[in-house]
T-cell receptor
Framework: EAGVAQSPRYKIIEKRQSVAFWCNPISGHATLYWYQQILGQGPKLLIQFQNNGVVDDSQLPKDRFSAERLKGVDSTLKIQPAKLEDSAVYLC?????????FGPGTRLLVL | AQSVAQPEDQVNVAEGNPLTVKCTYSVSGNPYLFWYVQYPNRGLQFLLKYITGDNLVKGSYGFEAEFNKSQTSFHLKKPSALVSDSALYFCAVSRHIFNKFYFGSGTKLNVKP
């Protein structure tokens, strides 16, 4: 069974630029999550989708972050404009009830 | 509010010795508890979970964890550590199987030959 796919794996941008990350979940998983993991910390949920609807985006900085899952399968997370403090690993996860499975993450460095 | 505490930033153990990585949690209602492992430049890999039932949960790679409701703990254990177990370990709690996870800050496990 294929795991959660994410791209790109690494991205370096300058502050105020925009960036987008892509995630393809495990086939059949209706729930998709985006997490932000800052160095030395545990992952923090940014947004949770159930199919193509948003379940929880309470910790998404909506003035600069956006996410979509138009067809209920793959998803994109966008940051515009990026700030230095957005440097982190962005993890995508998908789940069957009870267990979340994570992709390899995208490491973002904002200069 | 839900939260997880991993009181040790780092745990050092000799290969072949037993290991314990500690986790305590706070959640309203019944907790759903998870352990994940993260190797460098990799995503989180699922180890085991407690949903209900037996307090001792067995997972991947010989790991197990014990749910203790009175102490609100879910410590990760392994009888005999391997050098290859060296990694970052995260405990997570959820209020429901569809709810978001709250992660601890992680514990770095170092297993020395």
């Amino acid at each position: 069974e294929a795991g959660v796919a994410q791209s790109p794996r690494y991205k370096i941008i300058e502050k105020r630029q925009s960036v987008a990350f892509w995630c393809n979940p495990i086939s059949g998983h209706a729930t998709l999550y985006w997490y932000q993991q800052i160095l030395g910390q545990g992952p923090k949920l940014l947004i949770q989708f159930q199919n193509n609807g948003v379940v929880d985006d309470s910790q998404l900085p909506k003035d600069r972050f956006s996410a979509e899952r138009l067809k209920g399968v793959d998803s994109t997370l966008k940051i515009q404009p990026a700030k230095l403090e957005d440097s982190a690993v962005y993890l995508c996860a998908s789940s069957q009830p009870g267990t979340q499975y994570f992709g390899p993450g995208t490491r973002l460095l904002v200069l | 509010a839900q939260s997880v505490a991993q009181p040790e930033d780092q745990v050092n153990v000799a290969e072949g010795n037993p290991l314990t990585v500690k986790c305590t949690y706070s959640v309203s209602g019944n907790p759903y508890l998870f352990w994940y492992v993260q190797y460098p430049n990799r995503g989180l890999q699922f180890l085991l979970k407690y949903i209900t039932g037996d307090n001792l949960v067995k997972g991947s790679y010989g790991f197990e964890a014990e749910f203790n409701k009175s102490q609100t703990s879910f410590h990760l254990k392994k009888p005999s550590a391997l050098v290859s177990d060296s990694a970052l370990y995260f405990c997570a709690v959820s209020r429901h199987i569809f709810n978001k996870f709250y992660f601890g800050s992680g514990t770095k496990l170092n297993v020395k030959p």
